[in-house]
């Protein structure tokens, strides 16, 4: 065997041999992420839009309140922006107008945190506590295969969102 030879095969058994080690390598560190996730998803069904009610709908397991005026929806977060308690929807004596993102919105409700005594507008504006920042509006669309009403969850959107459905 020529020295070239010899110095050829021993360069190629080092690659052979450091490859090895770096496949073996991915593979460990491949094993320590779960091949499922546990968290919630964050596009969720919520149902034909036509079967929600007039008015505001809480969605407990979304921790969500859809609301609804004729054909035209939007959603906002129940989730405190302090530390993440459930706001409760407390109806108002009579509905109030606000401009919201460039138009107007007829406030039926207003927010408060059982918690830490956060409050919040109809538009999930915080105007108490210790609450940070308003609640968060997530995107709604419809579902092109059923026509249900789609919210994701980990798209917030501005305050002037609505979805107008056919
Ligand atoms: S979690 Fe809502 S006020 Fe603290």
């Not at 779960?34 to 921790?63: H, W």
């Amino acid at each position: 065997m020529t020295s070239d030879r010899r110095e050829f095969l021993k360069k190629l058994g080092i690659g052979v041999g450091l490859a090895s080690v770096a496949g073996q390598g991915l593979a460990s560190l491949r094993s320590l992420v779960p091949n499922v996730s546990y968290d919630a998803p964050t596009v969720v069904k919520l149902g034909i839009p036509a079967e929600f009610p007039e008015g505001m709908k809480f969605l407990p397991e979304q921790r969500l309140f859809v609301f609804r005026e004729g054909n035209v929806f939007h959603a906002i977060s129940a989730v405190c922006t302090h530390l993440g308690c459930t706001v409760r929807a407390e109806a108002l004596s009579s509905p109030v107008m606000k401009k919201v993102g460039g138009a107007e919105l007829r406030l039926t409700h207003r927010f408060l945190c059982p918690c830490h005594g956060s409050q919040y507008t109809g538009d999930g504006q915080n105007v108490a506590g210790p609450a940070p920042r308003p609640l968060e509006w997530w995107a709604l669309s419809v579902a092109p295969d059923d026509g249900q009403l789609v919210v994701d969850l980990a798209k917030p959107v501005e305050r002037s969102f609505r979805l107008t459905t056919a």
